[in-house]
């Protein structure tokens, strides 16, 4: 074996090129151990295993600065920078994250797990070294679908400006998660059919020199071209052409269902997990193609991810003129579906929670300024979301729940869920926002009020006294058990209210918990700091009534287990009953 002596790019330079095909070979087995039994980004990362093995075998990291896009594509960069054991032994899968990290290696400079980023966070290192006088090679890499997006376009724009050493290096496999969409992609296929040749090229257009490499996997063009551009003195766009999966034929064979994979049977590519219980991507995705087909001018949006509400490639043709894929372009997606509702379209976008944090500008100046109708979904946005550092869908109601003219719903269930979609998409008041839920299908068999028009009226569930709660969202069943608690341990019933609305508070209901109730609790999914929460506090602070707010505190939680993190915050039944018991 080659990789057992591989502790670090030095280790690298002493091989052949013949040795490193090898390595290469030995590489993809030892992401195949990981990504089989914990599952992980599969396509991205098989298809860079050569231009990471000669970008390390050429430059000097972590003197020369690489900088990877999304970091979908940087494990063969963690193997070959001293973190190998995470890939090849199963007991150390949870020392290294799935994405680039300074904290695990000095081969690290950035957490990035968002896209589109690498080339201005690289043109930065180039500014700061020119500043300094130093010379090292700044080397931002890119896929091809992130180009799409706003910051990767306006980085392009700039880097010519620099006029010093800076290489972007364009991983081209024709994909996005999906496929790509957008007219830039024309001129990236016109360039791989020319090799590089033809006259239009978006990337002289920016005023950047250019190199072409069709053979995108193969080392040794690879090296070759990489020595004759280091150490350059002016931005450079190094275009490679890859094959997405190479090396797995399934995954070469199914690209958009190989992006990403749950663990799975090496030999037949199929998932190890058993998972045939409905989910809400499912269930939307079915909901919406249903409304398209009934009403013409219902429209489908998403930014590059259409599997968050389940429009598979089948789906999506279904579906046609009617759904949108803009492409990694959330900020335009926001944008865009305004229009469409200004113009008598009755569009529905969605993404994840964390992708929404990029649109707050247009939520707030394209939509809700414009007070147009749009239905915005916002999907993983919970404690039981995406839980690594750079995906958190934590901060949404904050972010969201203070932009004026927006109606911001937290469904508890199925029913509550697709009653407020149908009022949304056919109402024409108000921009409005759906939380979708994230913790399991809850299905109650109940019938839901079908207009929220009159805003901000809260349901009371169950009348009481002494203690009301609050239970806002994913967490209104931790809500039902509290107050089972209660009930149980003291005798009497606790108020139980479904806020639903996230933007607004109901005075009416607020005053009148005063006359029997000592103690109101808030819990909410999401981070407490501007949250839904201390709007009920703020309401309450001259009052007489105590006021208790539970959710997640203001941090970056990593990788973290979902009941760890509620017990750090004092998100179990047994501790809230706890707290209970001090105030009454």
């Not at 918990?513 to 506090?537: M, N, P």
Request: charged share 25%.
């Amino acid at each position: 074996m080659y990789l057992e002596n591989i502790n670090s790019p030095k280790d690298l330079k002493k091989l052949k090129n013949s040795e490193l095909e090898a390595l290469a070979m030995e590489i993809r087995n030892a992401l195949m151990n990981r990504l089989s039994k914990l599952g992980g980004h599969f396509g991205p990362n098989f298809g860079m295993v050569e231009t990471i093995i000669a970008l390390h075998y050429v430059f000097n990291s972590p003197k020369d600065k690489i900088v990877f896009d999304v970091s979908h594509q940087s494990y063969t960069h963690k193997i070959l920078t001293g973190r190998k054991e995470a890939y090849l032994y199963d007991e150390h899968f949870k020392d290294v994250s799935g994405y680039t990290n300074p904290q695990e290696s000095e081969h690290d400079f950035f957490n990035i797990g968002h896209t589109s980023t690498s080339i201005s966070l690289a043109g930065g290192l180039v500014k700061a070294r020119d500043l300094q006088g130093n010379n090292e090679n700044i080397i931002a890499v890119i896929g091809d679908g992130s180009l799409s997006g706003g910051e990767a376009l306006e980085g392009l724009d700039f880097a010519s400006e620099l006029k010093s050493n800076f290489i972007i290096i364009v991983n081209d496999n024709d994909m996005s998660i999906a496929e790509n969409y957008g007219g830039l992609y024309k001129n990236l296929n016109d360039l791989r059919e020319s090799k590089g040749t033809c006259e239009c090229n978006l990337f002289k257009a920016m005023n950047l020199d250019y190199t072409y490499i069709d053979e995108g996997n193969n080392i040794e063009k690879l090296i070759e071209t990489f020595n004759k551009i280091k150490d350059i003195d002016h931005p450079i766009v190094i275009h490679i052409n890859t094959t997405k999966g190479k090396g797995y034929k399934i995954a070469e064979e199914n690209k958009e269902n190989w992006h990403w994979h749950l663990p799975f049977d090496i030999d037949t590519g199929k998932t190890k997990i058993s998972n045939f219980e409905e989910d809400y991507g499912m269930l939307t995705c079915e909901y919406l193609l249903e409304k398209m087909e009934k009403d013409k001018k219902v429209v489908t949006v998403v930014a590059g991810v259409p599997g968050n509400i389940g429009f598979t490639k089948e789906k999506r043709e279904k579906a046609g003129k009617q759904f949108v894929d803009v492409g990694i372009a959330e900020e335009h997606a926001i944008a865009f579906v305004s229009g469409i509702a200004k113009n008598g379209g009755k569009p529905v976008f969605a993404t994840h929670s964390s992708f929404m944090q990029r649109t707050y500008d247009q939520l707030s100046q394209d939509l809700c300024i414009n007070n147009n109708p749009a239905t915005i979904l916002v999907n993983t946005a919970s404690v039981y979301g995406m839980n690594d550092v750079t995906h958190l869908g934590l901060y949404d109601i904050a972010m969201m729940g203070n932009i004026p003219n927006l109606v911001y719903l937290a469904p508890t269930c199925k029913e509550e869920y697709f009653s407020m979609l149908d009022w949304s998409i056919e109402q024409n008041e108000f921009p409005v926002a759906i939380r979708i839920p994230c913790n399991g299908v809850v299905s109650t068999n109940k019938n839901y009020e079908k207009d929220y028009s009159k805003l901000n009226r809260y349901q009371i569930e169950q009348s009481g006294n002494k203690v009301a709660i609050l239970a806002l969202g994913d967490f209104y069943q931790l809500g039902e058990k509290v107050a089972s608690e209660v009930y149980k341990k003291w005798g009497f019933n606790p108020t139980l209210i479904n806020p639903r609305y996230i933007t607004g508070i109901d005075k009416e209901v607020l005053e009148n918990l005063q006359k029997e109730h000592s103690l109101v609790i808030t819990l909410e999914d999401g981070i407490l700091e501007g949250g839904f929460g201390e709007k009920i506090a703020s309401y309450y602070g001259t009052s007489n009534i105590k006021v208790k707010n539970y959710g997640i505190k203001k941090s970056f939680p990593d990788r973290y287990g979902v009941y760890e993190l509620l017990k750090q915050n004092r998100l179990t039944v047994e501790q809230i009953i706890e707290d209970i018991n001090k105030f009454i």
